[in-house]
């Protein structure tokens, strides 16, 4: 009896040019990674086009590897495995995945088996419908516990709405589909994955980005690799993010601000100061107050000459190699046994 994976070939055309890529990182998910290949291939074969599957093992201490080669080489599979050296994190293993695709579309999803595949061939034709560049996948009914994962994401949800101009309502959906064209001139770093439609709408309108309601379930194996103090990195992420989507070009402008406005109430202090002793008489060597003017002062001085250096650096920045942040060790697709 053929698996689901061996009954997709010869319905689509190998010499046809690739239309998507899906790209999955994952970690630690033995018990996961052989039924999520075998859902993606039977939701696949609604999907009329060439398309290629990308596993980005991020350093997996478990038999995740192991379990995930044996179907390479699958018959009317194509599958590409990225084999990091150690474990990078969710974000530079996507970016990894997205670096390795080579269709004209990509789309992610988690290795958990909590996104539904199903939703993707519905997803890419909405995506073209609405000439979109990035449609992000809405979790509208969340299988997931209240307290420690619905409640910390419809605040972090509200937040980076508020600050990044992007209205959405699931912004930690790993489900989403890209064109690859603009989902390449963004590179993912730290943990921002989930900020990525932040990022993409400092390359595109915000316009172009769109969400669609997708179906999620309940983890069946292993467990969460989040918790409750996630919560906490998200706002400290959630402030790179605005200092970078507003401030990544002219740093200077941002430091240079609160420089000025503290050596502008610096001169107000001290002037006040220098009235209150030379005109009116009055001692002001032990008055707290020009210890605070003193201070702001300082403080002016060094967030000024900080911003000049940001600025710098930020030119170095625009000039600097593309350096991966993240280690492969090897791709299996197949060709290692031919």
């Known amino acids: 009896m053929q698996t689901t994976a061996e009954s997709l070939s010869g319905v689509i055309d190998a010499t046809a040019p690739l ?43 478990d038999a995740t590897l192991v379990n995930a080669r044996t179907y390479v080489g699958r018959k009317g599979l194509s599958l590409k495995i990225v084999a990091l ?83 959405l309502h699931d912004y930690g959906c790993s489900l989403k589909i890209y064109r690859a064209s603009i989902i390449k001139q963004v590179k993912l770093m730290g943990e921002m994955h ?3 439609p932040a990022w993409v709408a400092g390359v595109v309108p915000s316009s172009r980005i769109g969400e669609m309601v997708v179906t999620h379930h309940a983890r069946q194996h292993g467990q969460s690799k989040y918790g409750i ?42 002037i006040y100061l220098f009235f209150d002793k030379f005109i009116m008489g009055n001692d002001i060597g032990t008055r707290p107050m020009l210890m605070v003017g003193v201070v702001l002062l300082l403080s002016s001085v060094q967030l000024i000459t900080t911003g000049i250096l940001a600025e710098m650096i930020a030119r170095t920045y625009y000039r600097d190699d593309d350096s991966p942040n993240y280690i492969v060790q090897k791709i299996f697709d197949g060709s290692e046994n031919a």
């Open 19 to 61: 239309e998507l890529s899906l790209v999955v990182p994952i970690f630690n998910e033995e018990e996961s990674v052989g039924p999520l290949v075998e859902r993606i291939c039977a939701a696949m074969t609604r999907y009329p086009e060439r398309w290629e599957l990308i596993l980005v093992d991020d350093g997996s201490t």
């Open 85 to 167: 050296q150690r474990n990078f994190g969710q974000t530079a293993a996507m970016q990894a995945g997205i670096d390795t695709a080579t269709g004209r579309l990509i789309a992610t999803m988690d290795g958990d088996l909590q996104n539904d595949p199903n939703d993707i061939p519905g997803m890419v034709a909405e995506l073209e419908r609405r000439e979109l560049d990035l449609l992000v996948g809405w979790r509208k009914n969340r299988q997931d516990g209240l307290l420690l994962r619905k409640v910390p994401s419809w605040c972090a949800n509200y937040l980076i709405g508020r600050i990044t101009g992007v209205k």
């Open 194 to 196: 989930r900020f990525i």
């Open 229 to 270: 103090s996630r919560t906490f990195r998200v706002i400290l992420d959630l402030l790179s993010v605005m200092f970078f989507m507003r401030y990544k070009a002219r740093p200077g402008h941002f430091f240079g601000s609160l420089g000025l406005g503290l050596g502008g109430l610096s001169a107000l202090i001290l």
